[in-house]
C-alpha cells in the first residue's frame, strides 16, 4: 500500500491523504486552508479531481471546512463517504449560510449525492476495508479511520482530542474496534505546546455553571457547531436555573443532534431537560433585528439567562436593548480576536468589547494524552499531519516510537518507510 499526503506535512488546515494499492485510489479529506495562512490553493491531483476516477473515493473525517470544504469542487461521480449526523449538521449550516455565500447552495448539492457509513460497521472499497470510528472533536460525528490493504493497517485519526465528555470511551473503542496497528497517521495541531494539558470539557462545564449562577446575565460566544460546548453551556445553564436563548438556527443545530439516534445521544448531556432550549423569534418587520418585547426584557431581568450570541449586527442590537449587567465570555479560540492575528475576527472582537472572560478549551489533542494513545495502538511507525512543526513532533515522540516526518506531494511505499525514522 502507498501512502501519499498531497498536503498537510507542514500545515494545518486543507490536509489531503491519498491510499493507493492495485490502481485503486483512496482519499481522506479534501479541505480548504485556513484563512491567513500560507496558501498553496486549489490542489489537482489525479484520481481525485480529475483524471481516471473509476477506482477512487473519498472519506470526509468530519464537517470543519479544513476538512470538507472544497468538495464543492470535486466531480459529481467521485464516491464521497461522511457520518450521517455530521452531513446532516453540514446541511443545516449550509442552508443558513447558503444566500450569504454561494458555495454553500453547491455545498447542499453535493450532499445530496454523499454516502454515508456507520460507527464500527466495516466497509470495503476495491481492496481496501475500512472501518470508522467515532472520536471526540470540537466537531460532532468526527470519525477516525482503520484502513487495511495489502495486509498493512492504518489508523488515521483525523482531527480529535482525549479530555472531551466522550474520550473516557476511547481506549475501550480502540481495543474493541482497532486493535493494534502497523501506522498512525496523526494529528499534531497542538504540538507548539508539548508541555500544556487543556482543561478537561467536563472541568470548563463547572466552571460555566458556577459563572451562571453568579451572574444573571451571560452572553456567550461560541462557534455554532462545537455541538458538545453547546450543549455542556445548556446543561450548565439548566443547572444554574437560568433560560437559555439561541436563534432558530442554532436551536436547528440542537434539534439535529437530539433527533439524530446517534449513540452518543443516549448520553443525558445531548437530551433535554425539563426546559428547552427557547428560540429568539426575528422581528417580522426588520429581519435584521430579533422581536424584543417589554415582557421578554422582564423575564431576561427577572430569571436571568445565557444568551448564546454571534459576532453581527442582529445579536449586537439584541444585546443593547436587554436591560442590565452582561457578562460577556468568549468560548472559543482567542486568536479570533487577537489584533495580528491571521484569523483576526474584527466583527468578534468589537462585539465582544474590552471586558470579557475567555472559557475555552482546546478541540485537539495535547502530547501527554497522545503518548498515551500511541501505547494503546502500539504502531511501527507514526506519520505526523495536520501540523506546522512535524519535526517538534518527532522530537517529542522519538524516544518511544519510530516518528516518519513526509514532504507534500511525494508518494512512499508505507512498509518500506522504516528507513526514514527520525
Ligand atoms: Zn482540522
Ligand atoms: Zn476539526
Excluded at 34 to 44: A, E, F, I, N, V
Excluded at 219 to 225: K, M
Aim: proline residues 4%; contains cysteine.
Amino acid at each position: 500500500m502507498d501512502i501519499k499526503i498531497h498536503r498537510g506535512t507542514h500545515q494545518i488546515g486543507g490536509s489531503v491523504t491519498e491510499y493507493e494499492h492495485h490502481g485503486w485510489h483512496l482519499f481522506v479529506d479534501y479541505g480548504e486552508e485556513l484563512p491567513g495562512g500560507p496558501k498553496t490553493g486549489d490542489l489537482q491531483v489525479e484520481c481525485l479531481t480529475h483524471g481516471d476516477l473509476s477506482k477512487s473515493a473519498l472519506l470526509i473525517t468530519h464537517y470543519h471546512g479544513d476538512h470538507i470544504g472544497s468538495i464543492v469542487k470535486l466531480p459529481k461521480e467521485l464516491p464521497i463517504y461522511m457520518g450521517k449526523v455530521g452531513r446532516d449538521i453540514q446541511r443545516v449550516l449550509s442552508n443558513h449560510l447558503k444566500t450569504k455565500i454561494e458555495a454553500h447552495q453547491l455545498m447542499l448539492e453535493r450532499l445530496e449525492y454523499v454516502y454515508t457509513f456507520r460507527e464500527g460497521k466495516v466497509f470495503k472499497f476495491g481492496p481496501f476495508s475500512i472501518m470508522p470510528v467515532t472520536v471526540d472533536h470540537s466537531a460532532f460525528d468526527a470519525y477516525a479511520f482503520k484502513i487495511v490493504a495489502d495486509g498493512v493497517s492504518v489508523f488515521h485519526t483525523g482531527d480529535f482530542r482525549l479530555h472531551g465528555f466522550r474520550s473516557g470511551k476511547t481506549p475501550d473503542m480502540l481495543q474493541e474496534y482497532v486493535g493494534e496497528v502497523d501506522y498512525v497517521v496523526c494529528e499534531g495541531t497542538n504540538v507548539s505546546r508539548p508541555e500544556a494539558a487543556s482543561k478537561e470539557e467536563y472541568r470548563l462545564q463547572k466552571d460555566f455553571e458556577k459563572l451562571f449562577k453568579e451572574n444573571k446575565g451571560c452572553v456567550v460566544y461560541l462557534s455554532s457547531t462545537n455541538i458538545d460546548r453547546l450543549f455542556s453551556l445548556y446543561q450548565a445553564a439548566q443547572k444554574a436555573h437560568r433560560a437559555f436563548y439561541v436563534d432558530e438556527y442554532q436551536k436547528e443545530v440542537m434539534d439535529t443532534v437530539v433527533n439524530s439516534g446517534s449513540i452518543w445521544t443516549k448520553s443525558k448531556l445531548y437530551q433535554y431537560g425539563k426546559h428547552e432550549p427557547k428560540s429568539l423569534i426575528y422581528d417580522k418587520y426588520d429581519k435584521n433585528s430579533f422581536f424584543v418585547s417589554d415582557s421578554f426584557k422582564n423575564a431576561l431581568s427577572e430569571y436571568g439567562y445565557v444568551l448564546i450570541a454571534r459576532a453581527n449586527p442582529r445579536f449586537d442590537k439584541l444585546i443593547e436593548q436587554i436591560p442590565g449587567e452582561k457578562k460577556r465570555v468568549l468560548s472559543m479560540w482567542n486568536g479570533y480576536v487577537k489584533e495580528g492575528s491571521n484569523a483576526y475576527n474584527e466583527n468578534l472582537a468589537k462585539s465582544l468589547d474590552e471586558d470579557f472572560d475567555y472559557m475555552h478549551t482546546s478541540g485537539h489533542v495535547d502530547m501527554s494524552d497522545l503518548r498515551e494513545f500511541f501505547r494503546l495502538l502500539h504502531p511501527k511507525g507514526i506519520i505526523p499531519i495536520h501540523t506546522e512543526k512535524p519535526e517538534a513532533f518527532a522530537r517529542v515522540f522519538c524516544d518511544e516510537w519510530p516518528i516518519i516526518v513526509l514532504n507534500d506531494g511525494v508518494n512512499h511505499d508505507i512498509t518500506c518507510l522504516g528507513s526514514k525514522y527520525i
